[in-house]
C-alpha cells in the first residue's frame, strides 16, 4: 500500500471513530468559520459538494447561502469523462443519490454553471495539510478544476484530517484555505 492510500486509510478510520455530537459540533464551528470569512461574505456563486459519510456537514452551509441570496453550484460527474459540470441547486429535492452514495444534482431539473462563474470553490477533500496539499479520494476531479480555473478555493476539516505534510505528485492542486474548528491554518 503506498503512502497516500495509507493516509486515506487512516483518516477514514479516525473520522468514522467520531463521536456523533463531536461530528456535529465540529461541523457547525467550521461552518461559522467559513461563513464569517471576507471571501465568503464577497462571493455570489460557491461551488460545493453534498456532504457523505463523515465530511464536514454541507447541507448547513447550502442552507446559509441559500439565506443569504447566494448562488450554490453542485458538481454532477461523469466518471467516463472524468469530469465534473455545476448545476444551481436551489432544493435538497433535486439531487439524486449516485455511486459511492454521492448525492448529485439532476440535470433535467437543474440550470448549469459555467466554471468561469463560480466566485468560490469548496473543495472536498480526506486529508490537508498546512501548506494547503489535499488528499482526495482519488478521482483527481478537482486537481483538473482548480488547474484550469484561478478562483478562490478552500476546503472545510476536523482536526483528525490534518497532517504535518502530505505526499504529492505534479498534478496536485492546493487549496488557498483550510479551514479547521480553531480558524484558519492556511
Known sequence: MNQKSLIRAKT????????DQDYIDDSQQIAKQLVSSAFWQASHTVAITIS????VDTYQIIDQAW????RVAVPRTDLKEK?????ELSSFTQLEKRYSDLMEPLPEVCT???EDQL???IVPGLAFD?????????GGFYDRL???VEKKSVALAFSCQLYPGLPTEAHDQPVDHVITVDGFIR
Open 146 to 148: 482548480l488547474a484550469r
Open 130 to 138: 498546512g501548506s494547503g496539499s489535499r488528499l482526495g479520494f482519488g
Open 112 to 114: 448549469p454553471v459555467a
Open 12 to 19: 477514514k478510520e479516525a473520522l468514522e471513530a467520531m463521536s
Open 119 to 121: 466566485d468560490l470553490i
Open 67 to 70: 439565506k443569504e441570496k447566494k
Open 52 to 55: 457523505r459519510h463523515r465530511e
Open 83 to 87: 469530469s465534473m459540470q455545476f448545476y
